[in-house]
Protein backbone atom coordinates (compact mmCIF):
# COMPACT_ATOMS: atom_id res chain seq x y z
CA UNK A 1 0.00 0.00 0.00
CA UNK A 2 2.71 2.37 0.84
CA UNK A 3 4.38 2.17 -2.05
CA UNK A 4 1.66 2.99 -4.25
CA UNK A 5 1.00 5.97 -2.11
CA UNK A 6 4.52 6.75 -3.07
CA UNK A 7 3.89 6.14 -7.05
CA UNK A 8 1.26 8.10 -6.72
CA UNK A 9 2.53 11.31 -4.69
CA UNK A 10 5.71 11.00 -7.12
CA UNK A 11 3.07 11.56 -9.96
CA UNK A 12 1.14 14.32 -8.29
CA UNK A 13 4.67 15.95 -7.27
CA UNK A 14 5.91 15.99 -11.30
CA UNK A 15 2.33 17.50 -12.39
CA UNK A 16 2.90 20.26 -9.91
CA UNK A 17 6.06 21.09 -10.99
CA UNK A 18 5.45 21.04 -14.90
CA UNK A 19 2.34 22.99 -13.62
CA UNK A 20 4.55 25.49 -12.08
CA UNK A 21 7.65 25.52 -14.70
CA UNK A 22 5.00 26.01 -17.56
CA UNK A 23 3.44 29.03 -15.23
CA UNK A 24 7.50 30.07 -14.73
CA UNK A 25 7.89 29.99 -18.31
CA UNK A 26 4.72 32.07 -19.27
CA UNK A 27 5.57 34.80 -16.84
CA UNK A 28 8.89 35.09 -18.46
CA UNK A 29 7.44 35.50 -21.07
CA UNK A 30 5.08 38.15 -20.24
CA UNK A 31 7.73 39.93 -18.37
CA UNK A 32 9.31 40.04 -21.69
CA UNK A 33 6.86 41.04 -23.80
CA UNK A 34 6.00 43.59 -21.30
CA UNK A 35 10.14 44.85 -21.99
CA UNK A 36 9.53 44.77 -25.41
CA UNK A 37 6.30 47.09 -25.13
CA UNK A 38 8.27 49.46 -23.51
CA UNK A 39 11.17 49.74 -25.50
CA UNK A 40 9.21 50.27 -28.47
CA UNK A 41 7.51 52.63 -27.05
CA UNK A 42 10.75 54.57 -26.50
CA UNK A 43 12.18 54.02 -29.91
CA UNK A 44 8.71 55.25 -30.98
CA UNK A 45 8.66 58.10 -29.19
CA UNK A 46 12.06 59.12 -29.76
CA UNK A 47 11.45 58.71 -33.60
CA UNK A 48 14.91 56.54 -34.15
CA UNK A 49 12.57 53.77 -36.06
CA UNK A 50 9.57 52.81 -37.65
CA UNK A 51 10.41 49.17 -37.52
CA UNK A 52 10.59 49.31 -33.94
CA UNK A 53 7.14 47.78 -33.51
CA UNK A 54 8.11 44.65 -35.93
CA UNK A 55 11.60 44.15 -34.84
CA UNK A 56 11.18 43.63 -31.09
CA UNK A 57 8.02 41.67 -30.66
CA UNK A 58 10.45 39.20 -33.01
CA UNK A 59 13.37 38.69 -30.92
CA UNK A 60 15.69 41.08 -33.20
CA UNK A 61 15.86 43.83 -30.64
CA UNK A 62 19.69 43.56 -30.44
CA UNK A 63 19.48 43.57 -34.40
CA UNK A 64 17.72 47.22 -34.26
CA UNK A 65 20.76 48.16 -31.40
CA UNK A 66 23.22 47.38 -34.01
CA UNK A 67 21.40 49.43 -36.82
CA UNK A 68 21.15 52.44 -34.56
CA UNK A 69 25.21 52.45 -34.07
CA UNK A 70 26.03 50.46 -30.94
CA UNK A 71 29.05 48.36 -30.98
CA UNK A 72 28.73 45.00 -33.01
CA UNK A 73 30.47 43.24 -30.12
CA UNK A 74 28.48 45.06 -26.97
CA UNK A 75 25.75 43.14 -25.50
CA UNK A 76 23.13 44.48 -23.59
CA UNK A 77 19.92 43.26 -21.98
CA UNK A 78 16.50 44.68 -23.27
CA UNK A 79 15.48 46.46 -20.76
CA UNK A 80 18.69 48.73 -21.19
CA UNK A 81 18.13 48.91 -24.77
CA UNK A 82 15.53 52.05 -24.89
CA UNK A 83 18.46 53.93 -22.97
CA UNK A 84 20.93 52.78 -24.96
CA UNK A 85 18.72 53.90 -27.85
CA UNK A 86 18.24 57.22 -26.27
CA UNK A 87 21.75 57.82 -25.79
CA UNK A 88 22.90 57.20 -29.38
CA UNK A 89 20.21 59.09 -30.69
CA UNK A 90 21.56 62.58 -28.35
CA UNK A 91 25.02 61.45 -29.85
CA UNK A 92 23.71 61.73 -33.42
CA UNK A 93 22.14 64.44 -32.63
CA UNK A 94 25.32 66.47 -31.29
CA UNK A 95 26.77 65.60 -34.37
CA UNK A 96 24.60 67.10 -36.60
CA UNK A 97 24.85 70.17 -34.28
CA UNK A 98 28.73 70.11 -34.29
CA UNK A 99 28.67 69.00 -38.46
CA UNK A 100 26.53 72.16 -38.90
CA UNK A 101 28.37 74.57 -36.94
CA UNK A 102 31.58 73.20 -38.82
CA UNK A 103 29.73 74.11 -42.42
CA UNK A 104 28.66 77.81 -40.97
CA UNK A 105 32.57 78.71 -39.64
CA UNK A 106 33.78 77.13 -43.11
CA UNK A 107 31.13 79.12 -45.04
CA UNK A 108 31.91 82.13 -42.97
CA UNK A 109 35.66 81.82 -43.43
CA UNK A 110 35.21 81.37 -47.36
CA UNK A 111 33.00 84.70 -47.46
CA UNK A 112 35.60 86.56 -45.06
CA UNK A 113 38.53 85.42 -47.76
CA UNK A 114 36.53 86.40 -51.07
CA UNK A 115 35.26 89.47 -49.19
CA UNK A 116 39.41 90.40 -48.78
CA UNK A 117 40.27 89.12 -52.41
CA UNK A 118 37.77 91.44 -53.81
CA UNK A 119 38.79 94.65 -51.44
CA UNK A 120 42.63 93.92 -53.04
CA UNK A 121 41.55 93.12 -56.57
CA UNK A 122 39.46 96.85 -56.04
CA UNK A 123 42.05 98.24 -54.94
CA UNK A 124 45.46 97.37 -56.67
CA UNK A 125 46.45 95.89 -60.28
CA UNK A 126 49.87 95.33 -59.74
CA UNK A 127 52.52 93.24 -57.82
CA UNK A 128 55.83 94.54 -56.88
CA UNK A 129 58.29 91.44 -56.39
CA UNK A 130 60.22 92.11 -52.83
CA UNK A 131 62.88 89.40 -54.44
CA UNK A 132 63.75 87.19 -57.27
CA UNK A 133 60.98 84.45 -57.79
CA UNK A 134 60.92 81.84 -60.13
CA UNK A 135 57.23 82.34 -61.82
CA UNK A 136 55.27 78.91 -61.55
CA UNK A 137 52.22 77.70 -63.65
CA UNK A 138 50.34 76.42 -61.26
CA UNK A 139 49.43 77.97 -57.49
CA UNK A 140 52.28 75.47 -55.89
CA UNK A 141 55.65 75.02 -55.63
CA UNK A 142 56.32 72.53 -57.66
CA UNK A 143 55.40 73.98 -61.20
CA UNK A 144 57.98 76.64 -61.56
CA UNK A 145 58.60 77.72 -65.23
CA UNK A 146 62.26 78.91 -66.18
CA UNK A 147 61.36 82.49 -66.23
CA UNK A 148 62.65 84.39 -63.09
CA UNK A 149 61.31 87.73 -62.01
CA UNK A 150 63.83 90.02 -60.67
CA UNK A 151 63.49 91.64 -57.24
CA UNK A 152 61.91 95.19 -57.85
CA UNK A 153 60.28 94.13 -61.03
CA UNK A 154 56.38 94.85 -61.50
CA UNK A 155 53.87 92.38 -62.88
CA UNK A 156 50.30 92.98 -63.89
CA UNK A 157 47.58 91.39 -60.75
CA UNK A 158 45.27 89.39 -62.88
CA UNK A 159 43.82 87.51 -58.76
CA UNK A 160 45.03 86.11 -55.78
CA UNK A 161 43.91 83.56 -54.23
CA UNK A 162 44.93 81.21 -50.91
CA UNK A 163 48.70 83.39 -50.56
CA UNK A 164 49.57 83.35 -54.17
CA UNK A 165 49.10 86.38 -57.02
CA UNK A 166 48.52 85.33 -60.12
CA UNK A 167 50.33 87.80 -62.19
CA UNK A 168 51.31 88.67 -66.34
CA UNK A 169 54.73 89.74 -66.61
CA UNK A 170 55.52 90.55 -70.20
CA UNK A 171 53.82 87.75 -72.30
CA UNK A 172 54.06 85.01 -69.69
CA UNK A 173 51.01 84.68 -67.18
CA UNK A 174 51.55 82.55 -63.79
CA UNK A 175 51.43 82.41 -59.80
CA UNK A 176 54.00 83.75 -57.73
CA UNK A 177 54.58 82.93 -53.48
CA UNK A 178 52.37 86.38 -52.14
CA UNK A 179 55.24 86.46 -49.38
CA UNK A 180 57.77 87.62 -51.92
CA UNK A 181 55.40 90.99 -53.60
CA UNK A 182 53.67 93.60 -52.47
CA UNK A 183 50.38 95.06 -53.83
CA UNK A 184 51.07 98.39 -55.68
CA UNK A 185 49.16 100.26 -58.79
CA UNK A 186 50.38 99.11 -62.00
CA UNK A 187 50.30 102.95 -63.74
CA UNK A 188 52.60 104.14 -61.26
CA UNK A 189 55.59 102.07 -62.94
CA UNK A 190 54.10 101.66 -65.90
CA UNK A 191 56.58 102.44 -68.63
CA UNK A 192 59.66 102.51 -66.66
CA UNK A 193 62.52 99.41 -66.34
CA UNK A 194 60.31 98.42 -63.16
CA UNK A 195 57.96 96.76 -66.00
CA UNK A 196 60.33 95.93 -68.64
CA UNK A 197 60.98 92.16 -69.41
CA UNK A 198 64.31 90.85 -69.92
CA UNK A 199 64.05 90.67 -73.67
CA UNK A 200 62.55 94.54 -73.30
CA UNK A 201 65.85 94.99 -71.54
CA UNK A 202 68.06 93.33 -73.95
CA UNK A 203 66.55 94.78 -77.30
CA UNK A 204 66.93 98.00 -75.54
CA UNK A 205 70.61 97.52 -74.61
CA UNK A 206 70.94 96.21 -78.47
CA UNK A 207 70.03 99.26 -79.55
CA UNK A 208 72.93 100.74 -77.55
CA UNK A 209 75.19 99.59 -80.40
CA UNK A 210 73.61 100.97 -83.29
CA UNK A 211 76.29 102.60 -85.73
CA UNK A 212 79.01 100.69 -84.22
CA UNK A 213 81.05 99.81 -87.21
CA UNK A 214 81.72 96.59 -88.42
CA UNK A 215 85.32 94.65 -86.98
CA UNK A 216 85.60 91.20 -87.66
CA UNK A 217 86.70 89.57 -84.47
CA UNK A 218 85.04 92.53 -82.30
CA UNK A 219 82.70 92.43 -79.56
CA UNK A 220 82.60 95.95 -78.67
CA UNK A 221 81.14 99.49 -79.00
CA UNK A 222 84.64 100.19 -81.02
CA UNK A 223 83.73 97.13 -83.18
CA UNK A 224 82.11 94.22 -84.05
CA UNK A 225 81.30 91.44 -85.90
CA UNK A 226 78.36 89.57 -85.99
CA UNK A 227 78.85 87.11 -83.08
CA UNK A 228 80.44 89.23 -80.91
CA UNK A 229 77.19 91.77 -81.44
CA UNK A 230 75.27 88.86 -79.85
CA UNK A 231 77.72 87.64 -77.39
CA UNK A 232 78.40 91.16 -75.51
CA UNK A 233 74.07 91.97 -75.73
CA UNK A 234 73.48 88.73 -74.24
CA UNK A 235 76.87 88.76 -71.78
CA UNK A 236 74.83 91.89 -69.70
CA UNK A 237 72.34 89.62 -69.42
CA UNK A 238 73.95 86.40 -67.71
CA UNK A 239 74.07 84.69 -70.50
CA UNK A 240 77.31 83.36 -71.77
CA UNK A 241 77.63 82.51 -75.59
CA UNK A 242 80.73 81.15 -77.75
CA UNK A 243 82.00 83.86 -80.65
CA UNK A 244 80.56 82.11 -83.44
CA UNK A 245 77.42 82.27 -85.45
CA UNK A 246 77.36 78.34 -86.02
CA UNK A 247 78.39 77.83 -82.56
CA UNK A 248 75.53 80.19 -80.90
CA UNK A 249 73.04 78.44 -83.68
CA UNK A 250 73.64 74.80 -82.14
CA UNK A 251 73.45 76.41 -78.21
CA UNK A 252 70.06 77.99 -78.85
CA UNK A 253 66.67 76.10 -78.86
CA UNK A 254 65.41 76.17 -82.56
CA UNK A 255 61.78 77.92 -82.38
CA UNK A 256 59.63 78.64 -85.56
CA UNK A 257 58.28 81.59 -87.24
CA UNK A 258 55.09 81.33 -85.43
CA UNK A 259 56.67 80.87 -81.95
CA UNK A 260 59.46 83.32 -82.60
CA UNK A 261 59.70 86.18 -79.98
CA UNK A 262 61.71 89.54 -79.48
CA UNK A 263 64.78 89.05 -78.42
CA UNK A 264 65.15 85.50 -79.89
CA UNK A 265 68.30 85.26 -82.04
CA UNK A 266 68.23 84.72 -86.27
CA UNK A 267 70.19 83.18 -88.15
CA UNK A 268 71.40 83.55 -92.19
CA UNK A 269 73.43 81.58 -94.74
CA UNK A 270 75.49 84.57 -96.02
CA UNK A 271 78.14 82.79 -97.82
CA UNK A 272 77.71 78.97 -96.98
CA UNK A 273 76.35 77.19 -93.84
CA UNK A 274 75.80 78.94 -90.51
CA UNK A 275 77.59 82.69 -91.00
CA UNK A 276 75.23 85.19 -89.84
CA UNK A 277 73.37 86.08 -86.86
CA UNK A 278 71.48 88.87 -85.38
CA UNK A 279 68.27 89.56 -82.88
CA UNK A 280 65.16 89.72 -83.54
CA UNK A 281 62.72 93.23 -82.33
CA UNK A 282 59.71 91.78 -83.55
CA UNK A 283 57.50 92.58 -86.33
CA UNK A 284 60.10 90.85 -88.80
CA UNK A 285 62.53 93.19 -87.90
CA UNK A 286 66.00 92.84 -86.83
CA UNK A 287 69.41 94.14 -85.33
CA UNK A 288 72.67 92.94 -86.54
CA UNK A 289 76.39 93.72 -86.84
CA UNK A 290 76.57 94.01 -90.86
CA UNK A 291 79.86 93.59 -92.96
CA UNK A 292 78.31 96.51 -95.25
CA UNK A 293 77.37 99.11 -92.32
CA UNK A 294 77.97 98.21 -89.22
CA UNK A 295 75.51 97.53 -86.47
CA UNK A 296 71.87 98.26 -88.11
CA UNK A 297 68.14 97.22 -88.49
CA UNK A 298 66.96 95.03 -90.98
CA UNK A 299 63.86 93.11 -92.09
CA UNK A 300 63.57 89.63 -92.00
CA UNK A 301 61.29 90.23 -95.71
CA UNK A 302 63.92 92.05 -97.63
CA UNK A 303 64.76 89.93 -100.46
CA UNK A 304 68.42 89.18 -100.11
CA UNK A 305 67.76 88.25 -96.07
CA UNK A 306 64.50 86.32 -97.11
CA UNK A 307 66.32 84.04 -99.51
CA UNK A 308 69.01 83.01 -97.05
CA UNK A 309 67.13 83.48 -93.52
CA UNK A 310 67.92 79.76 -91.82
CA UNK A 311 65.34 80.02 -88.72
CA UNK A 312 65.30 81.59 -84.85
CA UNK A 313 67.08 80.21 -81.75
CA UNK A 314 65.55 80.72 -77.96
CA UNK A 315 68.49 81.43 -75.77
CA UNK A 316 66.09 83.30 -72.93
CA UNK A 317 63.00 81.30 -71.27
Same mark, same amino acid.
Request: glycine letters at 8%; hydrophobic letters at 35%.
Given at each position: ?SR??????????????????????E??T??Q? %? &???? #? $??A?? +? =??L???? *??????????????????P????????Q??????K??????????????????????A?A?????QSL?????? %? &???? #? $??L?? +? =??????? *??????????????Y??GW?????????????????????Y?????????????E??????????????????????G???????? =????????S????A????????????????AGD???F?T???IS???????????????S????KV?????????????G????LP
Amino acid at each position: MSRKFACLYLAVALLVSSIWIASADERDTIQQE %V &QYSA #A $VEALD +A =AGLTSRS *SNVLPSGEGLALALELGLPEEETISLSQLPTEALKTSQAQEDAARRKQADTAAAAADAAAKEAARQSLLSEYDG %V &QLTE #A $VRLRS +A =ADNDTAT *SLTIDSGKVARLNDYQDGWYQVTFGQSTGYIPAEYAQPVHYADYEGTSATNTVREELIAYAYTYLGTPYVYGGSSYSGTDCSGFTM =AVFAKFGYSLSHGASDQYYTATSVSSEERQAGDLVFFDTFGGISHVGIYLGGGQFIHASSSGGVKVNSLYESYYAACYLGAGRILP
